[in-house]
């Protein structure tokens, strides 16, 4: 799976640094072409082509939220030049809270296009609103009865998903983990004037085991201050504790 890099390529973000509409769309179907062009040169590989959304505000302090409603006013313009290109999904990365994602996923609708949705949790494995993980999934799927494709957790620390994880039915909508290499919570992160790369060896052997607790997570990646070291770790620590891969 390849992942565009589009995340906050929308509106708000993109009239802070001079993007007019026109170039903004451009902006996004080009990171859809680069990824479009990679698969095509390895064509003997099955590649999913993920274009990547984010929230409309900061992904860490909720200081725009919206209604669901709104949310979907505001993210159709982006998903609806998404849906034009290559694309084969749309994963919404780093939502903190419920509305957004259901405006998401409703935007996905309108223009035909799959919507993961990849929420964000804070050390306590709570979103950043203060609602449950499992809450949200839920409180996002009886909204959209069910529509999201699947769900993920991303820019979170192994150790902060141990609270939110539980084996009730609601985690069989829950495909992946992406994780970041530091403990630190993004308060921390966002004040930090250095880059903490955690211990790869020690990241890889936390998600194989979140893995293999829950064999249904097939997708796996790293998020804040990972690099190759880290993904490395994590795919071959994974591939031996599931043997799938």
């Not at 509409?21 to 590989?45: H, Y």
């Not at 769900?151 to 192994?158: D, G």
Request: hydrophobic share 45%; glycine share 6%.
């Amino acid at each position: 799976m390849l992942e565009s890099v589009s995340w906050v390529a929308s509106r708000d973000r993109g009239t802070k640094i001079g993007y007019e509409p026109d170039a903004l769309r451009a902006f996004n179907t080009a990171s859809i072409d680069l990824i479009a062009d990679i698969r095509d040169e390895f064509s003997d590989v099955l590649i999913v082509l993920s274009a990547q959304m984010g929230p409309r505000g900061d992904g860490y302090v909720l200081d725009t939220q919206m209604s669901a409603a709104q949310a979907e006013s505001y993210h159709s313009e982006q998903m609806e030049t998404l849906a034009a290109t290559k694309a084969d999904l749309v994963s919404a990365f780093t939502i903190g809270y419920a509305a957004e994602a259901i405006g998401i996923i409703r935007a996905g609708q309108r223009f035909d296009m799959p919507v993961a949705i990849a929420f964000t949790v804070e050390t306590d494995g709570k979103l950043p609103s203060g609602m449950s993980l499992k809450d949200a999934i839920e409180t996002v799927d009886m909204a959209t009865n069910k529509a999201a494709a699947y769900f993920l957790i991303n820019c979170a620390h192994p150790d902060h998903l141990t609270a939110a994880l539980d084996e009730a039915p609601w985690i069989s909508r829950l495909r992946g983990i992406v994780v970041n290499a530091s403990r630190c919570s993004h308060a921390q992160l966002d004040n930090s004037t250095t880059l903490d790369e955690g211990n790869p060896v020690e990241l890889g052997k936390q998600v194989a085991a979140i893995c293999a607790r829950f064999p249904h997570f097939t997708i796996i990646g790293g998020c804040c201050g990972t690099d190759m070291r880290h993904m490395d770790q994590i795919i071959g620590t994974t591939k031996a504790a599931k043997q799938v891969f």
